[in-house]
């Protein structure tokens, strides 16, 4: 079996050390096998082991190497599409668990900074920038929506206000969310790997699942070894390769494209973000950017349907940087780099149970830091049975994607394009 290393990205270049975790070899048992040691499968693992449930992990690759440990290491709340969107597609009781769940990712991820004493650059503190007065309305629209629902970390900034912010003259407006913030995420990733074993959780890298065994008891077999269980989860997200059919029609593995700059001198940094905190667009395809512990300007952006890998990524990104801050225009990039995430077409996450003893989440579609977390509590609260919160994401309506997988990238590409011109036209 070929050994995976991390992609060449800046997070992988200043991660914390990290033991090197043996592949499985031979037969094991436990209480809960999870597949995928990322954001969902280390969340759904401490919930558990904290628990008393006896847990493995199953890794292909390393801990953190799917989209946990290449995003642009932003917490930002919510879901992918927001709370109102909920309340207009399913009832009443349901969209108020699915709201009052919205904001809980992101205390999840500062409680186990805080409990496991994690090492990953948090920062408070997340800005959405309006572009068009059309957005700028989305975001009164949303600090009222947010406020319904117990959220009041939240305060508009005019242009002069934004201005203070963010050292651009894109932007006539925005909204700051104390609750937000940043991270280094592979590290975030990596911390809470060393919790779970902290707790007796077992992790195993280069160690993909090929197969599971549906029955009374799961079995899911690794290249070498298999994990006998009670109950398996599935949580490798854009990066499980067929090996559960039924979940693929409705979902599409995305890539988002990144670059760090070389350090900045302190001056330069401090002038671009003076309060470091981060900052994302309003657009459809959006700019996300932030400064790194080192005081590197991280900037991602656009999507590419299908995840295959751009050739020249800094090609992509770098102008976005620049239209943002033309004063970067001498920077050298030090890192670009490209992760997979999961799209489903309602924008939702997808939670469920295949028969018994299988669950899974998956389908962050880019606004997974906080998801992730919070899953995680979901999923272990319904290994207990207490299933009212899992019923909640589980009763959401996903539909497969139109032309099926021949035609969903073609179709989907087109759809972008239709919505990234509406935000240049600002309607």
């Not at 203070?164 to 280094?184: C, F, Q």
Request: proline share 5%; glycine share 12%.
């Amino acid at each position: 079996m070929a050994h995976t290393a991390y992609p060449q990205s800046y997070y992988a270049a200043s991660a914390n050390q990290a033991p090197e975790r043996p592949a499985l070899e031979g037969e094991t048992q436990t209480d809960v096998c999870i597949i995928g040691a990322g954001y969902t499968g280390l969340s759904t693992a401490l919930f558990l082991l904290e628990q008393g449930f006896k847990v493995t992990l199953l890794e292909a690759a390393k801990v953190g190497f799917g989209a946990s440990g290449r995003n642009g290491g932003q917490i930002v709340n919510s879901y992918s599409r927001d709370i109102d969107v909920i309340e207009r597609s399913v009832g009443p009781k349901q969209a108020q668990l699915l709201g009052q769940m919205a904001f809980e990712g992101a205390r999840i991820i500062r409680e186990r900074i805080a409990t496991y004493g994690i090492q990953c650059d948090i920062k408070d503190g997340g800005v959405f920038a309006a572009i068009n007065p059309k957005q700028m309305g989305h975001l009164e629209s949303q600090k009222r929506l947010w406020e319904r629902y117990g959220h009041t970390q939240l305060e508009l900034l005019d242009a002069t206000q934004i201005q203070r912010v963010v050292a651009t003259d894109r932007y006539l407006g925005g909204m700051l969310d104390m609750s937000g913030g940043h991270i280094h995420p592979l590290n975030l990733a990596l911390g809470e790997a060393a919790a779970v074993e902290s707790l007796g959780g077992v992790i195993h890298e280069q160690s993909p699942a090929i197969r599971i065994e549906r029955s009374a008891n799961p079995v899911v077999h690794t290249p070498k070894g298999k994990v006998r269980a009670k109950f398996v989860v599935v949580a490798g997200n854009a990066y499980l390769s067929g090996l559960v059919p039924e979940l693929e029609a409705k979902s599409m593995p995305c890539g988002t494209q990144v670059i760090a700059t070389e350090p900045l001198p302190e001056a330069l940094a401090h002038s671009l973000l003076p309060q470091d905190y981060c900052v994302e667009d309003c657009n459809y395809l959006l700019d996300y950017y932030r400064l790194s512990g080192d005081k590197r300007l991280i900037y991602g952006g656009g999507v590419v349907y299908g995840a295959r890998d751009p050739a020249d990524i800094e090609t992509i990104i770098r102008p976005k940087m620049l239209q943002t801050f033309p004063q970067l225009k001498d920077v050298k990039i030090d890192f670009a780099w490209t992760g997979n995430f999961l799209l489903t077409l309602s924008r939702l996450p997808q939670v469920g149970r295949l028969g018994d003893n299988i669950y899974y989440s998956q389908g962050c579609s880019g606004h997974g830091v906080t998801y992730t977390h919070l899953a995680g509590k979901v999923l272990a609260e319904a290994l207990r049975g207490q299933a009212e919160r899992f019923d909640a994401f589980a009763g959401l309506p996903h539909y497969p994607f139109p032309g099926g997988r021949l035609f969903r990238i073609p179709f989907t590409a087109l759809g972008a394009w239709y919505y990234s011109l509406r935000d240049r036209l600002g309607v």
